[in-house]
């Protein structure tokens, strides 16, 4: 009975610590609309980390635009577009470092978009602002695949003054 309790759950699950699996950490997505976030996000969450989100376009003539409304990290995280994805090969990188937290969106006129985020420390990777951004960590922003432009009603953390008040409505 011991035995198949080891066989079934605890070597899966030691394995898949191993490896660095976590709830919500990355994934694909094809959906026209979505959010993607850090895992526990406003929470901080354990590092090192090592995410990698996938927006891939199914349809022609579009493009993926990301929405930067609730972005608090600005180290580690890189915008990658390809054509088609292989980890193997490199991409062109439209977005990384200090720039995500200055920019509104980004925008990809390929057929996948790569989000990756890797820390191997939560200290001073973050955005902080007195008496508003002490306790948030990571991001929660939404993108959408489209073939018109990008939408004016958008905002960031610049635009809503540093309160963290900044929602995206439309996605």
């Known amino acids: ?7 079934l759950f605890l070597i899966p699950a030691m394995t898949a610590a191993a490896a660095g699996t976590r709830k919500n950490c ?4 094809t959906a026209r609309k979505g959010v993607l ?6 929470k901080n969450f354990s590092t090192p980390i090592d995410c990698e989100w ?15 409304t609730q972005m608090y990290v600005f180290e580690g995280l890189t915008f990658t577009e390809y054509v088609e ?13 200090e720039d995500v937290v200055k920019g509104k969106y980004v925008q990809c006129h390929k057929n996948v978009l790569v989000i990756s985020l890797k820390l191997n420390s939560i200290e001073n990777n973050h955005i902080r602002v007195m008496d508003n951004f002490m306790d948030v960590y990571g991001f929660n922003i939404t993108y959408e ?7 004016k009603d958008h905002c960031n953390m610049m635009d809503c003054g540093y309160t963290g008040l900044c929602y995206d409505y439309g996605t």
Request: hydrophobic share 40%; glycine share 10%; charged share 20%.
């Open 26 to 29: 990355g994934g694909n997505f």
């Open 85 to 97: 994805y292989d980890k193997r090969l490199p991409g062109v990188v439209i977005l990384s470092g």
């Open 37 to 42: 976030q850090t895992p526990d996000f406003p």
């Open 1 to 7: 009975m011991l035995l198949w309790f080891l066989l």
């Open 145 to 151: 695949i489209t073939s018109g432009d990008v939408r």
């Open 54 to 68: 996938v927006i891939k376009s199914e349809k022609e003539n579009t493009s993926i635009i990301v929405y930067l």
